[in-house]
């Protein structure tokens, strides 16, 4: 919803939800790159304290979970200014810029399968988008 007495254009919110996106994207290469050095995170119980002592003393880590705050600072302000059933599929653009950010960055695969889930993706959110005009 549109707060009472702002403009209803759409270019804050779409620029605001840019950021949000590029600050989680950045976060989330930045845990799985955290994890990569790590290893796998074991759950068990007898191991859970020290693995997680481990983890959350990886600068990489910590600053993938600082993207994502910053990130999600930015979305409170998406969703304060448009309603969420338009800004939420917009949050989808993310699986987009980490489809090819895991690729540039983690050389993780990119097949054409993706590449066409990709395309679907950029199909709804594009729907999405053009309803709320």
Not at 30 to 41: A, D, E, I, S, T
Not at 44 to 64: K, N, R
Not at 95 to 121: D, P
Request: glycine share 8%.
């Amino acid at each position: 919803m549109i707060a009472a007495g702002r403009s209803p254009t759409l270019v804050l919110p779409l620029a605001l939800l840019l950021v949000a996106i590029l600050f989680s994207v950045t976060g989330e290469l930045l845990l799985k790159h955290g994890m990569n050095r790590f290893g796998v995170l074991d759950l068990h119980p007898t191991y859970l304290a020290s693995s997680l002592a481990q983890v959350f003393s990886s600068p990489y880590v910590l600053a993938g979970f600082a993207c994502i705050f910053t990130g999600s600072i930015f979305w409170l302000s998406v969703i304060s200014r448009v309603h969420l059933s338009y800004a939420y599929p917009m949050l989808s653009l993310s699986y987009i810029l980490v489809v090819g950010a895991s690729w540039l960055f983690l050389g993780e695969q990119f097949t054409w399968v993706r590449v066409l889930g990709v395309l679907v993706i950029i199909l709804g959110v594009s729907l999405v988008f053009w309803s709320g005009q």
